[in-house]
């Protein structure tokens, strides 16, 4: 008898899915090439971890139990000011940004999102500069602009966003570009502080198809990034753009994890178990989108998109 028997049924808690991730072998089964995930958070992708019966503390772990052996590095984004403190605030953890550097398969790029733009000051600026010195920091970003959510007023996030292209400019950084229902005041802010041969990584591209070929146009080394949105129904925008607009030499593969989980691999209603989160093992679940939007091999969008990754960050 179950111990909710004597609980009236209006009571009852559904129950509750176990959360679990996806097998290296559903991970390895589409493709065996070498890949990137070239925009994640893996840090968030262990902090949600914690609250799961699947907790994991440290990097390798993670990457010797759940991501297939075909992927080769990631980039790990540090956007939040907190995380440029990583190393002082939650040292030894990681929360720490210089136990991620020294992880061989993690490079970092770093820069204060326009969420937070609000809070940004000399002093951040300086744990920034700090990070972006370092070796295995290949990106200035991710910055830019968003007018989805406004977390940070509209005319703090452009002085923000001008202040760290600068930055990147001086110190010759190539950028990571969050834009969302911005369109045009990014296009504007881009084109004028800079120089157009930079090399430009625009993560989770979801705005329209107009835009992206503006962008494409005018910097001829700037890639768009294509995450597991792609694979859902409603990302009309994210596929047009694939189909008509992005050439083969200019996307790359991200995850943006923990966020967006491709939907193959979350489409298990019946199950008792739901996927926890995403994470870089998943890349070639958005490959084989890409694959089936551009009538190709998936294997010609791995080999494609590595070398793309080659061409943006020299990885
Ligand atoms: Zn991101």
Known sequence: MSSNSQVPSSQQKPLEKKLTLPSRETLSSLTSLPFVDTHTHLHYVLERLQSTPLRIDDYS????????????FCINVLCDPETFAGDTLFPNTFMDWRVQASEPYIYLAAGVHPHNAKVYNDHIESLLLTIL???KTVALGEIGLDYHYDNSP???????FIRQLKKAVELDKPL?????????????ILTTHVPPHWRIHVHCFTDSPEFAKRLIEFFPNLYIGITGVVTFGSA???????????????FLLETDAPYMIPSKLNRNKKSN????????GMIPFIAQKIAEIK????????????????NMYGL
């Open 133 to 135: 010195q370092h070796p």
């Open 273 to 280: 178990e739901k996927v926890a989160v995403c994470h870089s």
């Open 154 to 160: 509209r005319d703090v996030q452009k002085q923000i």
């Open 295 to 310: 009538g190709v091999e998936i294997d010609e969008i791995m080999r494609l998109a590595r070398e793309n990754t080659r």
């Open 176 to 188: 990571v570009i969050h834009t969302r229902e911005a369109e045009q005041d990014t296009y504007d």
């Open 61 to 72: 772990t993670l990457r010797n139990t759940h991501f297939p052996s075909n992927l080769e």
């Open 236 to 250: 009309k925008n994210t596929q047009n753009v694939l189909r008509d607009v992005v050439p083969k030499s200019r």
